[in-house]
């Protein structure tokens, strides 16, 4: 693995673990039993024990995102060894998501009205939209490793990322909607 991709690797492994931090300092103030699901009325459906919701979940988040880095950098065999803007991107999905539902999970059995459904679609929406703005600027030699068939021509390529593009971020905006709607 190369030393940008280790950096990388850390720093985002550290980021999915640094909600730990939250989850020692409010450790007394939480019930036994965490919510980690809830419904579409927003009402828990699903508990975990404490110790697990605080500290394994960050660590299994820490895991995948290691093992999502690692795959990524495997795949990536361009010349250049130029990371596209769209993997990096995807490089902090995990660890930001991570932070951002912990927090989300900490605040309702403290209390908080956070609407668990309204700050998932957010977080969702805003991903899509990301995605969908990056999709049409890949390049096609970066097509021919990150898509398995590779379309034949370089137009295909551009018509099939575009309408990948603007496909996504209709999603998001769909997601944003929700948002509202919820």
């Given at each position: 693995?190369?030393?940008?991709?280790?950096?990388?690797?850390?720093?985002?492994?550290?980021?999915?673990?640094?909600p730990?931090?939250?989850g020692?300092?409010?450790?007394?103030?939480?019930?036994?039993?965490?919510?980690?699901?809830?419904?579409?009325?927003?009402?828990?459906?699903?508990y975990a024990?404490?110790?697990?919701?605080?500290?394994?979940?960050?660590?299994?988040?820490?895991?995948?995102?290691?093992?999502?880095?690692?795959v990524?950098?495997?795949?990536?065999?361009?010349?250049?060894?130029?990371k596209?803007?769209?993997?990096?991107?995807?490089?902090?999905?995990?660890?930001?998501i991570?932070?951002?539902?912990?927090?989300?999970?900490?605040?309702?059995?403290?209390?908080?009205?956070?609407?668990?459904?309204?700050s998932i679609?957010?977080?969702?929406g805003?991903?899509?939209?990301?995605?969908?703005?990056?999709i049409?600027?890949?390049?096609?030699?970066?097509?021919?490793?990150?898509?398995?068939?590779?379309?034949?021509?370089?137009?295909?390529f551009?018509?099939?990322?575009?309408?990948?593009?603007?496909s996504?971020?209709?999603?998001?905006?769909?997601?944003l909607?929700?948002?509202?709607?919820?």
């Amino acid at each position: 693995m190369e030393k940008k991709n280790k950096k990388v690797l850390i720093l985002t492994v550290l980021v999915c673990l640094l909600p730990i931090i939250l989850g020692i300092l409010l450790y007394d103030k939480l019930p036994n039993q965490m919510p980690i699901h809830f419904t579409i009325n927003n009402i828990p459906d699903n508990y975990a024990p404490k110790d697990f919701a605080l500290f394994g979940l960050p660590i299994i988040m820490a895991i995948v995102q290691a093992i999502s880095i690692f795959v990524t950098t495997k795949v990536n065999k361009l010349k250049n060894n130029e990371k596209p803007k769209i993997i990096k991107i995807m490089e902090w999905f995990i660890p930001i998501i991570t932070v951002l539902v912990y927090i989300i999970m900490i605040q309702v059995p403290l209390g908080s009205s956070v609407y668990v459904g309204k700050s998932i679609c957010f977080i969702i929406g805003i991903l899509f939209m990301i995605i969908g703005n990056y999709i049409p600027k890949m390049s096609y030699e970066i097509g021919k490793v990150v898509f398995h068939p590779t379309p034949k021509s370089e137009k295909t390529f551009r018509k099939i990322n575009m309408i990948m593009g603007y496909s996504f971020i209709l999603v998001g905006i769909i997601f944003l909607i929700l948002t509202i709607w919820l």
